[in-house]
């Protein structure tokens, strides 16, 4: 079975531009949830997904946004680019959402390069 | 006070050494918990659950401290392919907020020759 997929794999920007990332569950998972990676940091919780609805938001500010389609892949959008932006996006997938026990699998990364 | 602390490392270790990561989280209401390993410039990948009898996987074994809100993790007869960082990882089950992980910011572990 495919895992969690994720597309690009790597992308550059410029301070200003819009990017659109994308992450495809594991069959069978309906919740997607997203994370930033800085180098040298653990990753940081931007948002989850489950059923399309957003179950639970991160300390992020309001240039970044993300929506659940019906198949459950997910996308997450970044206006306004920084420099600080640069990082390695993560999606995670889990069967569930509303347990405390359940396990949440990781995509390879999207890694967004702001210059 | 972070949410999740986890020893600085980075901890070099000989093959074959035992070596013992510890992790304390602040907030006596989370409920699950996790050790997740990342190799470099890789994404992290579920190492184990932690239980609050402890559980064990081979060489490795994770014990939970409810009480002192501490969590660790030991590895035996480390090999050469263990180096990576290993990241300490709670459930923010609180909050409002469901399914948000909360992680540590990871230790780095190299184990030589």
């Known amino acids: 079975d495919a895992g969690v997929t994720q597309s690009p794999t790597h992308l550059i920007k410029t301070r200003g531009q819009h990017v659109t990332l994308r992450c495809s569950p594991i069959?069978?998972?309906?919740?997607v949830s997203w994370y930033q990676q800085v180098l040298g940091q653990g990753p940081q919780f931007i948002f989850q997904?489950?059923?399309?609805?957003?179950?639970g938001r991160g300390n992020f500010p309001d240039r970044f946004s993300a929506r659940q389609f019906p198949n459950y892949s997910s996308e997450l959008n970044v206006n306004a680019l920084l420099l600080g932006d640069s990082a390695l996006y993560l999606c995670?997938?889990?069967?569930?959402?509303?347990?405390?026990?359940?396990?949440?699998?990781f995509g390879p990364g999207t890694r967004l390069t702001v210059t | 006070r972070k949410e999740v602390e986890q020893d600085p490392g980075p901890f070099n270790v000989p093959e074959g050494a035992t070596v013992a990561f510890n992790c304390t989280y602040s907030?006596?209401?989370?409920?699950?918990f996790f050790w997740y390993r990342q190799d470099c410039r890789k994404e992290p990948k579920l190492l184990m659950s932690?239980?609050?009898s402890g559980n064990e996987d081979g060489r490795f074994t994770a014990q939970l401290n409810r009480a002192s809100q501490y969590i660790s993790l030991l590895i035996r007869d480390s090999k050469l392919s263990d180096s990576a960082t290993y990241l300490c990882?709670?459930?923010?089950?609180?909050?409002?907020?469901?399914?948000?992980?909360?992680f540590g910011k990871g230790t780095k572990l190299s184990v030589k020759p």
């Open positions: 995670a997938s889990s069967p569930t959402w509303g347990q405390a026990s359940y396990e949440q699998y």
């Open positions: 069959s069978g998972h309906k919740s």
């Open positions: 997904y489950y059923e399309k609805e957003e179950r």
């Open positions: 907030n006596s209401a989370s409920q699950s």
């Open positions: 932690v239980y609050s």
């Open positions: 990882v709670v459930n923010k089950n609180y909050g409002g907020s469901q399914g948000n992980l909360i």
